[in-house]
């Protein structure tokens, strides 16, 4: 008999999770942070730019989270908002608590499609966490021309500001707008799809992450300026729990998200995204 | 600050995003009846309830659209920029101001007098037709964007 799951790479099994030991917390927000973890055993295979691992609270849950950085020594970093039980426990985790990981698993933002093109990212909120490791490799150099939008609620609550300055200095250019803000923000006020419509340019490639309602309007602001809807890339979750396209839970219309996404092309899932309650 | 220095007003509002590929007659007309403005960063263009005589053109910099409500620090709820145009209530009944306007930098606008446009307007329904079809483009995306912020799309999910 088959075996119901082939393991990858390092011979893990894609279903179990191998500790990990919290190195690093960096607060971004009052209820988000950024955790460095060290492998105690395995190494998983390193995350590629959007790709997710299913981390586990020991005793509480397990939840999706987009890697937010790797490095050459297996450690890696997830960006985590407090919102439910699972997130909450890993939010709490201080250096020297042991978490659980299992991953990566989904698809990548194709960077390589991006080498000598004009390439546009947008991330909303959190949805920055997912475009951060793209965006280091795209500022690295490739794109012809990289443009960075980053929507927030408010100054306080944008992410990775020292990244954003870090980018700059590469030569990306890098837009903020919040919803709502004093005098003294120096950005723009306003939400990411004002942006992407003031650009007045078409670009080649869109990568687009955020709040679903968020992607879809500035994906269509992006398409209005002259972008392929087919280069035009967004991440979607649904409810990951198995990661290896087994148990259903993350599917939308014949796609299941936690291997065929969470990355996936704009033209693919505009018409599932308009049905109600996908 | 304002002030009325020379400059092809004529030519800036034929180049302004707002006014693009208008009927150069129209042009003619409406640069007539307008003024270079200049605001230094953190002066008004206009406060809420002002009586609506001009309304802006921006050319450079940006201008906050700003709330104040007694008991809360002034909130910037959108900022408009070049190529933009803030002000268009005097267009629905020459309504005055909802809301103040801040000079968010140096900012420099064409300044359009509300009573000769309208008097304009009412000489001429096809400029009325395209200065209504322009300002509606504004409004709807001014209402796009107040709906997405009002759903606070990167708070908590309810």
Not at chain 1, 93 to 105: I, K, S
Not at chain 1, 158 to 168: G, H, I, M, P
Not at chain 2, 102 to 115: C, K, T
Not at chain 2, 141 to 155: F, I, M, P
């Amino acid at each position: 008999m088959a075996a119901l799951v082939e393991p990858v790479v390092g011979g893990i099994d894609p279903l179990t999770p191998v500790p990990h030991r919290v190195v690093a917390v960096d607060r971004e927000t009052s209820d988000v942070v950024t955790l460095t973890l060290d492998p105690l055993s395995e190494v998983l295979v390193p995350a590629l730019p959007g790709q997710f691992v299913m981390v586990w609270a020991f005793g509480v849950g397990e939840i999706p989270v987009s890697v937010s950085g790797v490095d050459d020594a297996g450690r890696f970093a997830l960006t985590v908002r407090a919102v439910g039980p699972v997130s909450n426990a890993v939010v709490a985790a201080r250096p020297g608590d042991t978490l659980g990981a299992r991953g990566p698993y989904g698809t990548a933002w194709p960077i390589a499609d991006a080498k000598d093109r004009d390439v546009l990212v947008v991330a909303g909120g959190l949805g920055l966490a997912p475009l951060r490791t793209a965006i280091d490799e795209l500022g690295g150099g490739g794109p012809r021309r990289l443009t960075v939008v980053v929507g927030a609620r408010e100054p306080d609550q944008v992410l990775f500001t020292a990244d954003q300055r870090r980018w700059r200095d590469l030569g990306v250019d890098v837009q903020i707008t919040v919803d709502a803000a004093s005098w003294r923000w120096d950005g723009a006020v306003g939400t990411a799809t004002d942006v992407v419509a003031r650009l007045g340019a078409a670009h080649d490639i869109a990568f687009v992450c955020g709040p679903e309602l968020m992607m879809t309007s500035a994906a269509r602001a992006a398409i209005a300026q002259g972008t392929d809807p087919a280069n035009v890339w967004v991440s979607l979750e649904r409810n990951m729990h198995c990661g290896i396209a087994h148990c259903g839970r993350c599917q939308l219309g014949a796609l299941l998200l936690c291997r065929d996404g969470a990355v996936v092309r704009w033209d693919r899932v505009v018409e599932l995204l308009r049905e109600r309650g996908r | 600050m304002n002030d009325t220095r020379t400059g092809d007003i004529r030519q800036a509002l034929g180049e302004h995003d707002f006014f693009a590929a208008m009927d150069p007659r129209h042009l003619d007309t409406l640069a007539q009846m307008s003024r270079w403005s200049d605001h230094a960063a953190g002066s008004w263009l206009a406060c809420a309830g002002d009586a609506p005589d001009s309304f802006h053109a921006i050319v450079r910099g940006r201008v906050g659209i700003e709330i104040t409500a007694t008991g809360r620090a002034p909130l910037v709820v959108a900022t408009v920029h070049a190529g933009d145009v803030v002000g268009w209530s005097w267009f629905i009944g020459r309504q005055p101001w909802q809301f103040d306007v801040v000079a968010l930098d140096d900012v420099r606008s064409i300044a359009l007098d509300v009573n000769g446009v309208l008097d304009a307007c009412d000489r001429s329904d096809d400029l009325r037709d395209e200065i209504t079809t322009r300002l509606l483009r504004v409004v709807a995306d001014r209402l796009r964007s107040a709906r997405l912020q009002l759903v606070d799309l990167y708070g908590r999910a309810r």
